[in-house]
């Protein structure tokens, strides 16, 4: 919401659906990263869209941003980290 993201978008991912409301810029950042999650890799027009709007380095920071979270992400679920207090998870 701060960085200027439609809550509806935001809603929607939590849901897991994919938001109806993304602008073109997000829709290219956001099929590159489900893409990347879903099936470990990305198509070359996938490639080429977010290449086109985020530059070879853009491109880099947004693969190792993935995996850092996804990394994050399963070290936490190991460890059964709770979330804390007055807090509820971002996705069940």
Known sequence: LEAGLDEKVI???????????????ESVIYHFCTELQDTKRVSESTYRDA????GEQGVVELTVLNGYFTAVAMTLNVFEVEVPDKSKPLLD
């Open 11 to 25: 809603e929607d991912i939590a849901a897991r659906r994919r938001p109806s409301q993304l602008k073109p810029d």
């Open 51 to 54: 290449l086109e709007l985020l």
